[in-house]
T-cell receptor, first 113, second 113 residues
Framework: AQSVAQPEDQVNVAEGNPLTVKCTYSVSGNPYLFWYVQYPNRGLQFLLKYITGDNLVKGSYGFEAEFNKSQTSFHLKKPSALVSDSALYFCAVRYRGRRALTFGSGTRLQVQP | SQTIHQWPATLVQPVGSPLSLECTVEGTSNPNLYWYRQAAGRGLQLLFYSVGIGQISSEVPQNLSASRPQDRQFILSSKKLLLSDSGFYLC????????????FGQGTRLTVV
């Protein structure tokens, strides 16, 4: 089955420290991978995507993600976390033959001041 | 620029009552349209998607239906709501061709009582 997994329900990090939110995928061929953020009672906001090319993708609000084909991972990173980064983060994959995104279960990021 | 509107933002409905949630997109033509449901503030489940007027694909059997009467209008309906229909409903759109990200509306919080 083609899917995406976020192994951590919650990630806690102190403000100013680097953060990583993990995502692994299970899909044949070349996947198209995405990260979204959701604030309470709001829709999802697009952060970044990997389609092809450079494995390090830069996105909105200082976030970046690294595509690692050998480890089938697409972890979200930020060098210095802000309290305002606290939110729910979703990894998603789009694979051939489907027009819709398949989402992971989400990871809640809590940045402590 | 493209925008997506989804309403109402919140809705409380009694069991057995009908439902109609509306989503419209502006600034693009022939988008792909999607309805997702998010339960308990976590993972997103794809309910329906549409690649054109009158073309609806259903992902899971359920008490809901969708319609696309116009190119940029997507409606989620039910004839009789169940308690289990409670959740956060998200409409999204993406470009019709090519591998692109999806853009989400602000969501509707539905509580069936």
């Amino acid at each position: 089955a083609q899917s995406v997994a976020q192994p951590e329900d919650q990630v806690n990090v102190a403000e100013g420290n680097p953060l990583t939110v993990k995502c692994t995928y299970s899909v044949s061929g070349n996947p198209y991978l995405f990260w979204y953020v959701q604030y309470p009672n709001r829709g999802l906001q697009f952060l970044l995507k990997y389609i092809t090319g450079d494995n390090l993708v830069k996105g909105s609000y200082g976030f970046e993600a690294e595509f690692n084909k050998s480890q089938t991972s697409f972890h979200l990173k930020k060098p210095s976390a802000l309290v305002s980064d606290s939110a729910l983060y979703f990894c998603a994959v789009r694979y051939r033959g489907r027009r819709a995104l398949t989402f992971g279960s989400g990871t809640r990021l809590q940045v402590q001041p | 620029s493209q925008t997506i509107h989804q309403w109402p933002a919140t809705l409380v409905q009694p069991v057995g009552s009908p439902l109609s949630l509306e989503c419209t997109v502006e600034g693009t033509s022939n988008p792909n349209l999607y309805w997702y449901r998010q339960a308990a503030g976590r993972g997103l489940q794809l309910l329906f998607y549409s690649v054109g007027i009158g073309q609806i694909s259903s992902e899971v059997p359920q008490n809901l239906s969708a319609s696309r009467p116009q190119d940029r209008q997507f409606i989620l309906s039910s004839k009789k709501l169940l308690l289990s229909d409670s959740g956060f409903y998200l409409c999204a759109w993406s470009l019709g061709e090519g591998w692109t990200e999806a853009f989400f509306g602000q969501g509707t919080r539905l509580t069936v009582v």
